[in-house]
């Protein structure tokens, strides 16, 4: 399936571009088919679904014909079209929702994780902590059950037979001082483990705390890089900020970021060795909780 959120923003830049070569603005545009300013703004900046309806009248309206409209129709019903996730509304968390998007139609996923273990790889025990840390942040914006539900969606397109190669680095700052039960961390540890030896589309990487990163600056933040299958949907970086997510498509930004995945990746444990330090973390867990009772 074709990420309906990365059509969207094709689609925004191609009717934004459409427009501006007619010398038209969003509000002459808007009079022209009976519409706010408001929704054609949204429309261009990928805020919305859009109306395939809608998207024929503008067109219609910018007097646009040919193999350009044929395009940008077949764009707009891409960008339509609804995903499983959508059935689950905002009960799954909005953020939750855009992954699931990208993840849909991503032929490969390169993830830097400093806040957490990859999500689509958490067990229900694992994501229950998550949750309850979460609770401490404020009011959650998703119900943990549906949003457990759906993580579980996630994890299954990511193994199916045609799911998406993956590769995480793992900052092992993030492992250590995550305060989660050290039951409930070993158990995940172990589910890497076991996930990670099966499918070879998956790959863990450790960046241990103690290397030295050169080349640049530091990473202020986890991040997404998600490559799809077209040449025409351009490969896309998502940072996960404290309170939303940052979504680039912009050559010059992904670039950075692929650069700086790039320099994490080589100083970064192999998958072998990581394997091993995993698995030596779970043992250390258990062991000091069995000590304790």
């Not at 790959?203 to 530091?218: A, E, K, N």
Request: hydrophobic content about 40%.
């Amino acid at each position: 399936m074709t990420s309906p959120y990365i059509r969207r923003r094709r689609l925004a830049a191609e009717l934004r571009k459409l427009r501006e070569a007619c010398g038209l603005t969003t509000d002459e545009l808007a009079r022209l088919v009976y519409q706010s300013r408001t929704k054609i703004s949204k429309l261009e900046n990928a805020q919305i679904r859009p109306d395939v309806g809608e998207i024929m009248t503008i067109l219609e309206a910018l007097e646009i014909t040919g193999k350009q409209y044929d395009r940008t129709l077949r764009l707009a019903r891409d960008a339509s079209a609804k995903g499983w996730w959508d059935r689950y509304g905002n009960a799954m968390g909005p953020r939750q929702r855009l992954y699931a998007d990208l993840e849909s139609g991503a032929e490969s996923i390169r993830s830097y994780n400093q806040t957490a273990f990859p999500a689509v790889l958490q067990i229900p025990e694992f994501i229950d902590a998550m949750v309850e840390l979460d609770e401490h942040q404020g009011s959650l914006d998703y119900s943990p059950t549906r949003m457990i539900e759906a993580r579980t969606r996630r994890q299954q397109h990511l193994l199916s037979p045609d799911g998406p190669t993956y590769e995480a680095v793992l900052d092992e700052t993030m492992i250590r001082r995550l305060a989660i039960p050290a039951t409930v961390k070993a158990a995940q540890l172990r589910h890497l483990i076991k996930v990670v030896s099966a499918e070879p589309r998956i790959v863990m990487r450790v960046l241990p705390s103690d290397v030295l990163i050169t080349g640049g600056f530091l990473p202020k933040a986890s991040f997404f890089l998600y490559g799809f299958p077209g040449s025409a949907d351009p490969t896309t970086a998502v940072v996960d900020t404290v309170t939303t997510d940052l979504v680039l498509t912009q050559r010059r930004e992904v670039a950075r970021y692929t650069e700086m995945y790039d320099r994490l990746r080589k100083v970064a444990l192999c998958p072998a060795e990581t394997l091993a330090f995993l698995g030596g973390v779970a043992n250390r867990l258990t062991n000091e909780t069995e000590s304790d009772t």
